[in-house]
């Protein structure tokens, strides 16, 4: 049987170090945990805290609501918080949390019943006060992209509000002017923060906010080409669009591309995401990066410190970063 010995020697960290990774108890860097979490795979240890489970009354599992379970974000998710969980001896048991609050609270309480030793919720339909309530369980819980002011200590965010005012202030920095818009739901926090980021640019840059060139869609490629065909049948002169994730851009790009005629001037197309996919469309994907990885990975261990009793030492915010590709060009002048 491996040993934390070997764990620490193959990974090249202290055992000091494995144990903190192993038990959540502490900051440690991404490489090291990514180090140690390999190390442990490769050697097949298992930690005491965690064979001694049943012991403990514990299950050994974590429990994930996703608000669904297809596409490429929503999978790297998943995939992440499995692949982190995995080495330390946890199962990870996913839950659809579907498009409404009841079918959220459903997944919810579904995880309840099987006792899993901790949550962790990705949710958007969910209202505070019912989070807040639920945490009064004595489950470990963390929620994942969204902040609660109550819950502050068990939410790991970004700020998608600065993504959104990023990529507006990437447009209007190349020149453009009217820049039209293709938002999400706007039920979902998330949504409404890029939108408000993208507002509070315009305005910053003394350019009237025009109602008529924002669109509501469904985070999806479909609703994102339909917006953008709806933005055209609207005959209204825009130069650019900032879509608020990567899957409405491709979608908005595909409509473009398959315009019968020509524009004038080819429409610079912004995404938000920055997905796989977003690299290897045509023309490729200028977007926002969201950490989502680091952020899951971040929430995994603050669930491993909830659970051990340990102190709480984890980056709860992130930041959003500009990738710039080929999909968005400096307007030519008149």
Known sequence: MATIKQVSELSGVSQATVSRVINGSSRVSHDKKLRVEKAIQELDYRPQSISHSAALNRSGCI???????????YGNIMSTIEETLRPLGYQLLVTAG???????QTAVEFLFSRRVDALLLY???LSDDYLIEISKQKL????????IPELHNSCIEMDDELGGKSATKHLIELGHRRIACITGPLSKPDARARLQGYRTVLEEANIAYDSRLVVEAGFTE?????????????????????????????????????LDSPQKEPISVMGFDNIIFSQYVTPALSTIHYPIEKMSVEAVHLLLQKINKKK?????KFTPTLVVRESTMALAPL
Do not use: H, W
Not at 229 to 256: H, P, Q, W, Y
Not at 312 to 316: A, G, K, P, S, W
């Open 140 to 147: 470990p819980m963390v929620v994942l992209s969204r902040f």
């Open 312 to 316: 709480l030492d984890v980056q709860f």
């Open 222 to 258: 479909l609703t994102g080409a339909k917006a953008m065909e709806k933005l055209l049948n609207r005959k209204l002169d825009f130069s650019a669009v900032f879509c608020c994730n990567d899957l409405m851009a491709i979608g908005a790009i595909e409509t473009l591309n398959e």
């Open 123 to 125: 949710t958007s339909y």
């Open 98 to 104: 579907g498009q409404s609050e009841q079918s959220e």
């Open 63 to 73: 429990g994930l609501v996703i608000p669904e379970l297809a596409g490429p974000y």
